[in-house]
Nanobody
Framework: VQLVESGGGLVQPGGSLRLSCAAS????????MRWYRQAPGKERDLVAGIGVGGGFTNYADSVKGRFTISRDNAKKTVYLQMNSLKPEDTAVYYC?????????WGQGTQVTVSS
């Protein structure tokens, strides 16, 4: 199982970023995918999740209305569109899949929101 995140960077408050997570080594189209984030000194928290067909999504209250999770099963990729970014969104963002009793994580991508 391999998850590779990309798309992070430095952005000003109010700006946007789109994160991508390319997956391999498992049946992507049958797997629920999630994005988590971890700020310095804090726990890793769930940001958003998406069902296998993309029709079901859920979000942390702190990002509802600003972030959108989506997936492309043909490309085996899950995305996180982040709009109206705030300094408190600064964190390392991780892609996640849970398979047969084990969590798998990508290496993470840093998102920094600062003026």
């Amino acid at each position: 199982v391999q998850l590779v995140e990309s798309g992070g960077g430095l952005v000003q408050p109010g700006g946007s970023l789109r994160l991508s997570c390319a997956a391999s080594g498992f049946t992507f189209s049958r797997s629920v995918m999630r994005w988590y984030r971890q700020a310095p000194g804090k726990e890793r928290d769930l940001v958003a999740g998406i069902g296998v067909g993309g029709g079901f999504t859920n979000y942390a209250d702190s990002v509802k209305g600003r972030f959108t999770i989506s997936r492309d099963n043909a490309k085996k990729t899950v995305y996180l569109q982040m709009n109206s970014l705030k300094p408190e969104d600064t964190a390392v963002y991780y892609c996640n899949v849970w398979l047969t009793g084990q969590d798998y994580w990508g290496q993470g991508t840093q998102v920094t929101v600062s003026s």
